[in-house]
C-alpha cells in the first residue's frame, strides 16, 4: 500500500484552500466541483444517519418535463428533463432525491415544484418517463447505460425488444443537503453541512482527502 507523503498532505491542504477562496467568488459553483466527493461519501453518511444501505446512487436523474407538466405533452420540449443530484434506492426499496447545495439560498421554487409534484407522481411515472427519454433521445449509450442501471436493481425490465418499468415502491422521498437549516425548513428532510462534515469525517478517519472535505463541508456550514 502507498504511504501518505508530506506532499501529499500538503496538496490536499492546498486544493481545499483553493475551492475555500473560489467559493466566495460571486459565479463560482462549488457543488459541480466537489458533489463527486459527496456523492461517492453519501452511501456511508445515509447509512450511519438513518440506517439505510444504499443498493445504488445516480447522479443527475433525468426527470421528464413533459411527466410533471402535462400541460407540455406534444411540445418539442417534453422530452427534455430537470436533473435530480443524486438518486439513492436503498436496498429495503426506498427511492430518495437527494438535492445538493453550497448555499441554502440557492433553491429555487421552480425547483422545489417539481420534486414535490415527482413525490405525488411516484417513482414508476419517474421511470416510465426516463423510459420515454430514451427512445427519443440522440445520447444512446448513457441513456442505455442508465436503463442498464436501472434494470440491475430492479426498477426496469426488457419485455422483448422493449424496456418497461418494473417500479415496486413507487413512494419518493426528497432529502436535501444543504449548509443549514433555514426557518421555513422541514428540518427531518434536511441534512446541514455540520452534520454532513461530522459524518463524513466519522465514516473516512484514516482519509486525507475525506477528513479535509469534512474539515471544509463543516466550515461552510457558517458562510
Not at 438513518?50 to 446512487?57: D, Q, S
Not at 405525488?120 to 411515472?125: D, Q, S, V
Not at 444512446?140 to 436493481?153: P, R
Not at 443549514?180 to 454532513?196: G, P, Q, R, V
Request: glycine letters at 6%.
Amino acid at each position: 500500500m502507498l504511504q501518505t507523503t508530506a506532499q501529499e498532505v500538503e496538496v490536499v491542504k492546498d486544493y481545499f484552500n483553493v475551492l475555500e477562496d473560489w467559493k466566495r467568488l460571486p459565479a463560482y459553483r462549488l457543488e459541480v466541483r466537489i458533489d463527486s466527493l459527496v456523492g461517492f461519501a453519501l452511501p456511508r453518511v445515509l447509512e450511519r444517519l438513518y440506517g439505510y444501505k444504499t443498493a445504488v446512487t445516480i447522479p443527475e436523474l433525468p426527470i421528464r418535463v413533459g411527466t410533471v407538466h402535462h400541460q407540455y405533452e406534444g411540445k418539442d420540449f417534453a422530452d427534455r428533463s430537470y436533473k435530480v443530484d443524486f438518486f439513492v434506492l436503498t436496498e429495503c426499496r426506498r427511492n430518495i432525491f437527494v438535492e445538493f447545495k453550497t448555499d441554502s439560498g440557492s433553491r429555487r421554487t421552480t425547483q422545489d415544484d417539481y420534486l414535490r409534484t415527482s413525490v405525488k407522481l411516484g417513482m414508476k411515472a419517474i421511470v416510465d418517463g426516463i423510459i420515454r427519454i430514451s427512445e427519443v433521445s440522440t445520447y444512446k449509450k448513457k441513456y442505455s447505460h442508465l436503463l442498464q442501471k436501472l434494470q440491475d436493481v430492479g426498477l426496469v425490465v426488457h419485455d422483448g425488444n422493449h424496456v418497461k418499468s418494473s417500479v415496486q415502491e413507487t413512494e419518493i422521498t426528497v432529502l436535501y443537503v444543504q449548509p443549514k437549516i433555514l426557518a421555513d425548513d422541514d428540518d427531518k428532510n434536511i441534512i446541514d453541512f455540520e452534520t454532513l462534515g461530522n459524518t463524513i469525517g466519522e465514516c473516512y478517519p484514516d482519509s486525507i482527502l475525506m477528513c479535509r472535505l469534512a474539515e471544509s463541508i463543516s466550515g461552510w456550514g457558517n458562510d
